[in-house]
């Protein structure tokens, strides 16, 4: 399966998702002019990801990945789309992949820790909080 | 007609005794809030503001631009009204920082708005991340629209009572002003 990624800009974060090096990676500002279409091809290649792996690999389970949120800023649509993103990680979850969140912030951004924080309490997927 | 010098010192006298930090009065796209946003960021780092009071800010600013150009961006209304065009500011108060914006708004979304603004008031702290919660797990994001979380997400940043005024502009438009601290 290809890997997605997805170049920044100055709205939009950098996402990389390769399933050859088990990397994923969201890091920037998210402010689309568009949220949903941006964020629908993040959700669409998880899909297709899972799908292909939980069809096609017996060894599925054995999967330790770490899904990492470096994001520097992003606006109340993003919002909600980043929660689909988490929920759909804890569906995967049930299915015993084991992926777990890295959530880094400025040290100084409360604010953010906190987005994040709201993000583990709502969907039950670990979060491991790395202050920069 | 030729410039009016003496008025746009005054003008300008009147942002620095108001400490404006920044001032834009005009037509909205998506090209103007980036613009805006770009400039009020390296505004902020330039004037030394605390990190997380920048990331306050921004966050405020995204949601507040996005709403006017959402709603009364480029041909959103007639050309007659056209003097109403938005404005918005950014600003420092004895206390902290303010932004304020202001845009036409047609009655229909008036009441609306006004409940949602009189609403998140009442609530503390943690009310408004409960209700913020509830938002999110029911919010629908179609082309055009936000998710509906832009206001609870600027009081839950903001910390402080939203302060608001609508004024009659004519029988089924006013001009909507928001005012947030930080």
């Keep these: ?132 | 007609m030729t410039v009016n010098i003496d008025n746009i010192y005054g003008i300008h006298h009147k942002m620095l005794d108001k400490k404006i930090l920044l001032a834009y009065k005009g037509d909205f796209n998506h090209g103007i809030v980036n613009a805006l946003l770009t400039n009020a960021k390296s505004q902020m780092e330039g004037l030394g503001l605390e990190l997380a009071t920048r990331k306050k800010l921004y966050n405020i600013m995204v949601e507040c631009l996005e709403n006017i150009n959402r709603y009364a961006g480029e041909g959103a209304f007639e050309t007659r009204l056209l003097k109403n065009f938005p404005l918005f500011l950014l600003g420092m108060s004895e206390s902290g920082y303010y932004i304020t914006v202001g845009n036409l708004i047609k009655e229909q979304d008036k009441e609306d708005l006004k409940i949602q603004l009189d609403d998140v008031n009442k609530l503390n702290r943690d009310e408004l991340k409960e209700k913020y919660r509830g938002a999110i797990l029911k919010a629908e994001v179609t082309e055009g629209s936000g998710a509906g979380l832009g206001i609870i997400d600027m009081a839950i940043k903001s910390d402080n009572r939203l302060e608001y005024t609508f004024n009659d502009v004519k029988d089924d438009i006013s001009f909507f002003i928001l005012e947030i601290k930080v």
Excluded: C
């Design chain 1, 1 to 132: 399966m290809d890997a997605l990624r997805i170049d920044a800009t100055e709205f939009t974060p950098e996402v990389i998702m390769d399933p050859s090096t088990n990397s994923f990676e969201i890091t920037g500002e998210s402010r689309p002019e568009n949220a949903g279409k941006f964020y629908q091809e993040i959700l669409d290649w998880l899909d297709t990801y899972y799908n292909l792996r939980y069809w096609k690999d017996s060894k599925f389970s054995g999967v330790d990945a770490v899904f990492e949120f470096k994001l520097e800023y992003f606006n109340s649509t993003s919002a909600k789309f980043l929660l689909d993103i988490f929920m759909k990680l804890q569906t995967f979850r049930k299915d015993e992949i084991n992926i777990s969140v890295r959530w880094h912030y400025d040290e100084p951004d409360i604010d953010m820790k906190e987005s994040g924080e709201e993000f583990a309490e709502m969907t039950g997927v670990p979060f491991e909080y790395i202050a920069i």
